[in-house]
Nanobody, 115 residues
Framework: QIQLVESGGGLVQPGGSLSLSCTAEGNIFGMYTGGWYRQVPGKAREFVAGLAAGGSTDYGDFVKGRFTISRDSTKKTVFLQMDNLQPEDTGVYYC?????????WGQGIQVTVSS
């Protein structure tokens, strides 16, 4: 079992920024794909961003250049830098690590965008 711990959520005004972190017990993101998903009120959980072990990235269509996924040099932590946040970005954000059929999820962290 791999534990993932998210941090960095909170309340921000529209147009503001937040940086989320997802830290694993070991340097798994050198092998596992790291990803962020979110569940906004009234909608199913959706893909936000992914970072493959080889370094390639992918983003949900709604991101439109506002978010950036990255990892640290130790490959223990994956980050999600979110800029120009809007009220519709409000929701619970989840970190995911997956490799083939194995997947692990963080507990989720609240992001609220409101004036």
């Amino acid at each position: 079992q791999i534990q993932l711990v998210e941090s960095g959520g909170g309340l921000v005004q529209p147009g503001g920024s937040l940086s989320l972190s997802c830290t694993a017990e070991g340097n798994i993101f050198g092998m596992y794909t790291g990803g962020w998903y979110r569940q906004v009120p009234g909608k199913a959980r959706e893909f936000v961003a992914g970072l493959a072990a080889g370094g390639s990235t992918d983003y949900g269509d709604f991101v439109k250049g506002r978010f950036t996924i990255s990892r640290d040099s130790t490959k223990k932590t994956v980050f999600l830098q979110m800029d120009n946040l809007q009220p519709e970005d409000t929701g619970v954000y989840y970190c995911r690590a997956n490799l083939h059929s194995w997947q692990y999820w963080g507990q989720g962290i609240q992001v609220t965008v409101s004036s």
